[in-house]
Each structure stands twice: as structure tokens, then as C-alpha cells.
């Protein structure tokens, strides 16, 4: 976020960097200057025009209230309040008018959701959407970054014939960890009641708030892949009415942060090698289902630390501050 918020321009007339006290003195660079964190209390919020959160549910529950009061807005990029019905959740490309309906907080929705939605927006917009099929490849990152150290070093240890040790994935709080090295681990977040994931759920939930429509029928599988960062979607659409596919071309053509790389007979498609430290959704293997008349089948691609996360975060605060002009 700090880094895009330099690469972008933003208009930031002071940065304050906050985090827990055992980071508070430390120092971070923002354009060319050394800036001091300092401890996340609800003291420090006053005066912050636009609070940028990522820290972790449980602290933005508690701190997110406190900067509101004080006159902030906060753009939270974690699950406290995607689902809560007074918080606009925003994808800036597909629900932009959402922002300016906030009453203090905007959620900034989950990464596998961002990217479906961006490369969906046009299709539903021009056919309307019956049915999502999501599966997902998430890379590690998503994680946070002890996952990805642990993939290098399982790798490492793999191909050095050592033992292999694992702490993390799939979930840290869980008893049971699995070697993500050469493996793919079809969990992410901890499992609910009816037999889904909780990240399959945010995709199911979130899809259906952004777009505003209950009745899009959404179903997700979402599995951990061996990649360091950048995640990938198998998506299947049921859409409302017939289409060409040379027509749902254009209409992603077209769209504002997609890039459309689709020449299988070329071997052009889009990969997160390549998506990494990009800030578009990346669309291929655009094709007419085989079963269903009214059916396209996408591959979806996007470094989720950027549009899944830091980028989307700085376009609802650009939203924001465009408004104000």
C-alpha cells in the first residue's frame, strides 16, 4: 500500500505509519523521507483524513470504530465487515458508486473475489449472469509472508533430500499442517458447516454484494498451489442471454483493468509469472462450453497482493479523494 501510494502520486500531505508498540519506532521510507511507526491507539487517528487498514480482523474491529470517530475513513482490507450490510463492499472498476454510500468504513473485498468480478463486470452488464463456477489456484502469498518462506524452504529441502517440515498451511491455528512444496492443498481458511470453506464462502457471499444480486447461483473450490504469488481462476459463467464469444472478446477488451491474452493455438495465455507486480486482471482460455448453450469458460489471473489487495485498497482511497475535489 505505502509502495503504490508513491507509485500512483497520491496526494498525501502526511503519512502516518501505525502498528503494534513492538514495532512503534521504527522506521519506514516514503518519498526519499524516514518516517518513525507509531503505536496503533485510537489517539493516533486524530487528524487522519484516510485510514488504511490491514492488520488483521480482530484489529480492525476494534481500532477501525475508533478512527471513524475521530474523522477518518477506513478502506479495511480484512473480513470484519465485508458482510456487514451498512459497509460498502468496493471492486472500484465494478461498483464505484458504492463508495460514496459509506458511513465511515469500506471494505476492500477478498483477493480471489477482486479478480473474478473485474473480468466478470462486462459479461454481466451486457448478459447478465445466471451461475459462477469458481475454482481457484491460489498462490501463498495469500498466506502471508511465513507461508512463503516455508514454501522456499520445503522446496529447498525437497530437492536436497532433507526433511521436510511444516507449520502453516493450510491454516496456522489448525492442529494439522501440510507440506506445500510439489503439493497442492485444496483448503484454504478453516471449514464451515455445510462443507465449504470459509474463503469459498467469501467468494460466494462477496460476488453476490458487489454485483447487488442475490439470485447470481455461485459455488467455489479454492485450492493452494505451489506458487509464490499471483492467483489463478478456472471460472465457468451462465449467462442470461446468447452470446458471441468474438462479442464477450470486445466486452473484456474493452474493460477497464483487464488485459485479454487469448491465442491458445499461439500458446498465449495468462500465467501469474507473468501477472506478478502487474495491477490488471489478466482473462484467457476464453471459450464456448461444450454443455450448456449460453456458458463461457475463463481463465483468470492476478497478483493478488496488488489488485487483490494493496492497489484496490488505493483506488477506493483515489475514489475518495477525487470526490472531495
Not at 31 to 43: F, K, L, S
Amino acid at each position: 500500500m505505502i509502495k503504490y501510494l508513491e507509485l500512483r502520486n497520491f496526494p498525501v500531505k502526511e503519512l502516518r505509519p501505525l502498528a503494534s508498540a513492538r514495532s512503534a519506532g521504527k522506521g519506514i521510507s516514503f518519498r526519499g523521507e524516514e518516517i518513525v511507526v507509531q503505536e496503533a491507539v485510537p489517539e493516533a487517528f486524530a487528524g487522519v483524513d484516510i485510514a488504511l487498514f490491514s492488520a488483521g480482523g480482530s484489529i480492525s474491529e476494534k481500532l477501525a470504530p475508533e478512527a471513524v470517530s475521530r474523522g477518518a475513513v477506513v478502506i479495511d482490507n480484512t473480513n470484519a465487515f465485508r458482510m456487514n450490510p451498512d459497509v460498502p463492499l468496493v471492486v472500484p472498476e465494478v461498483n464505484r458508486e458504492a463508495i460514496y454510500e459509506h458511513k465511515g468504513i469500506i471494505a476492500n473485498p477478498n483477493c480471489s473475489t477482486i479478480q473474478m468480478v473485474v473480468a466478470l463486470k462486462p459479461l454481466y452488464d451486457h448478459y447478465g449472469i445466471e451461475r459462477i463456477i469458481v475454482s481457484t489456484y491460489q498462490s501463498v502469498s495469500g498466506a502471508g509472508w511465513q507461508a512463503t518462506e516455508e514454501l522456499r524452504e520445503q522446496s529447498r529441502a525437497v530437492l536436497n533430500d532433507e526433511e521436510v517440515n511444516a507449520n502453516i498451511l493450510p491454516v496456522g491455528k489448525l492442529s494439522k499442517h501440510y507440506q506445500m512444496a510439489f503439493n497442492v492443498i485444496p483448503q484454504i481458511d478453516v471449514a464451515q458447516e455445510n462443507g465449504f470453506t470459509l474463503e469459498e464462502m467469501k467468494m460466494v457471499r462477496e460476488t453476490k454484494k458487489i454485483f447487488n444480486d442475490e439470485s447470481i447461483g455461485v459455488t467455489a473450490t479454492c485450492v493452494r498451489v505451489p506458487v509464490m504469488r499471483g492467483h489463478s481462476e478456472s471460472v465457468y459463467v451462465e449467462l442470461k442471454s446468447d452470446y458471441e464469444l468474438s462479442e464477450v472478446r470486445e466486452l473484456l477488451k474493452r474493460a477497464p483493468g483487464v488485459i485479454v491474452q487469448d491465442a491458445i493455438e499461439e500458446q498465449v495465455y495468462p500465467m501469474p509469472i507473468d501477472a506478478e507486480d502487474r495491477t490488471e486482471v489478466f482473462v484467457g482460455r476464453i471459450r464456448r462450453d461444450l454443455t450448456h448453450p449460453r456458458a463461457v469458460n475463463l481463465w483468470v489471473v492476478s497478483d493478488n497482493l496488488l489488485k487483490g489487495a494493496a492497489t484496490n485498497a488505493i483506488q477506493i482511497a483515489e475514489a475518495l479523494v477525487s470526490e472531495e475535489k
